[in-house]
């Protein structure tokens, strides 16, 4: 089946430690984006790539990194400058319409 | 993109039309109207979209109304499943999903 995937669904860090969230599309898509999804928050864009090794800042990128060697994954590291980590992180990827989302990973710093 | 306005929270009873209202006055000529729905720690998912006329999927209808100040999404007969946090979002079609701004949506509670 065609679809988006997130790993892990679960993610626990200690403070200080970087983290790499996973996020793998088969739906042949260009663009992708990551967003993060706080209590009582609309979704956040913090990074998107409309292709292969291009990829821009969104709204809140600071403390965050992604790469996009590959049309397929687009994988999002949590970096110790990240103030405030803990939050529902969400991938989505599109195709000129409708984004398609993974089911996000739910990371936790303590 | 234009901001949208919705209900924070609406109810339903279970096999009643559910009817989630959005208003977006400012959109333009040639946006779109997207409803996405997030059931509650997962992901949002694609409901519907449309640009003047009414659709229909298997899912639900979309009302845009003539001036297309305003929407209509009808889930037209509500179960439990349905409950979910419901996002109107206004968009170019052509364009990509960077722009899109994402409020709190309407909080749908179908009761038994």
């Known amino acids: 089946d065609g679809g988006i995937t997130q790993s892990p669904k679960y993610l626990f860090r200690k403070e200080g430690q970087n983290v790499t969230l996973s996020c793998e599309q088969n739906?042949?898509?260009?663009?992708m984006y990551w967003y993060r999804q706080d209590p009582g928050q609309g979704l956040r864009l913090i990074y998107y790539?409309?292709?292969?090794?291009?990829?821009q800042k969104g709204d809140i990128a600071e403390g965050y990194s992604v790469s996009r060697e590959k049309k397929e994954s687009f994988p999002l590291t949590v970096t110790s400058a990240q103030k405030n980590p803990t939050a529902f992180y969400l991938c989505?990827?599109?195709?000129?319409?409708?984004?398609?989302f993974g089911q996000g990973t739910r990371l936790t710093v303590v | 993109d234009a901001k949208t306005t919705q209900p924070t929270s609406m109810d339903c009873a279970e096999g009643r039309a559910a009817n989630l209202p959005c208003n977006h006055s400012?959109?333009?000529?040639?946006?779109?109207v997207y409803w996405y729905r997030q059931i509650h720690s997962q992901g949002p998912q694609y409901i519907i979209h449309?640009?003047?006329?009414?659709e229909t999927n298997e899912m639900a209808s979309l009302i845009i109304t003539e001036d297309r100040k305003s929407s209509t999404l009808i889930l037209p007969h509500a179960t439990l499943r349905d409950t979910a946090v419901y996002y109107c979002?206004?968009?170019?079609?052509?364009?990509?999903?960077?722009?899109?701004?994402w409020g709190l949506g309407t909080s749908l509670a179908v009761n038994p």
């Open positions: 989505a990827s599109s195709q000129f319409t409708e984004a398609f």
């Open positions: 739906l042949n898509h260009d663009a």
């Open positions: 790539s409309q292709i292969v090794n291009d990829f």
């Open positions: 400012t959109i333009s000529g040639n946006e779109y």
């Open positions: 449309g640009l003047k006329n009414n």
């Open positions: 979002i206004v968009r170019f079609n052509a364009g990509n999903n960077r722009k899109l701004i």
